[in-house]
């Protein structure tokens, strides 16, 4: 069993759409929580970064961390056509946010 | 702007040869860098810490011969696939902790082995 499990899609959604992506894990040693966007054959771009359960919210971009049931989400409000690509969960237990464990990746496509 | 730099972004190379790719950290001093690998459609697997000033880190099932890492300053790691072969084809990719814990990461160098 993979440590951090994420449907890979494909996801189509209309433009404005509210957009939901998930991950869960197994490791509840994991503290640290992220969200990278990676267009195709670049680096992740970091999106959003949590510390421990709750909520955080930057711009159109929403994260939450459900600790107690080892789930995380991204919630991407009004998409645009830009948003289109590949969303990558990630977490760490390291205090150093590094080592990270990478969900397999959510792709996205936004259509006009 | 960019926060790590890597180059080159793309390289084809003929089996038995060997490739080296820079990672340098534009923004901040980095005794730490992580070297990933990523293949078509799946998500990064870790390969190495390079560690400044000492031996580099391999995660299980990486050939510590084959991929050679190193962290001259705290500006610039390098790894270098040697004698690659077309199973090394893949997409390279170096990342950088910041002071504030977060995670970068370089622009990534997909490696062509014919």
């Known amino acids: 069993q993979k440590e951090v499990e994420q449907d890979p899609g494909p996801l189509s959604v209309p433009e404005g759409a509210i957009v939901s992506l998930n991950c869960t894990y197994s490791?509840?040693?994991?503290?640290?929580f992220m969200w990278y966007r990676q267009y195709s054959r670049k680096g992740p771009e970091l999106l959003m970064y949590?510390?421990?359960?709750g909520n955080k919210e930057d711009g159109r971009f929403t994260a939450q961390v459900d600790k107690s049931s080892k789930y995380i989400s991204l919630f991407i409000r009004d998409s645009q056509p830009s948003d289109s690509a590949t969303y990558l969960c990630?977490?760490?237990?390291?205090?150093?946010?590094?080592?990270?464990?990478f969900g397999e990746g959510t792709q996205l496509t936004v259509n006009p | 702007g960019a926060v790590v730099s890597q180059h080159p972004s793309w390289v084809i190379c003929k089996s038995g040869t060997s490739v080296k790719i820079e990672c340098r950290s534009l923004?901040?001093?980095?005794?730490?860098m992580f070297w990933y690998r990523q293949f078509p459609k799946q998500s990064l697997m870790l390969m190495a810490t390079?560690?400044?000033?000492?031996?580099?880190?391999?995660e299980q099932g990486v050939e510590k011969d084959k991929f050679l890492i190193n962290h001259a300053s705290l500006t610039l790691s390098t790894l270098t696939v040697t004698s690659a072969h077309p199973e090394d084809s893949s997409f390279y990719i170096c990342?950088?902790?910041?002071?504030?814990?977060?995670?970068?990461f370089g622009s990534g160098t997909q490696l062509s082995v014919l």
């Open positions: 990630a977490m760490t237990q390291e205090t150093s946010g590094s080592r990270l464990t």
């Open positions: 990342s950088v902790p910041s002071t504030n814990e977060k995670l970068f």
């Open positions: 949590t510390y421990s359960s």
């Open positions: 923004d901040f001093q980095a005794t730490t």
């Open positions: 390079s560690n400044e000033g000492s031996k580099a880190t391999y």
């Open positions: 490791n509840s040693a994991f503290q640290y």
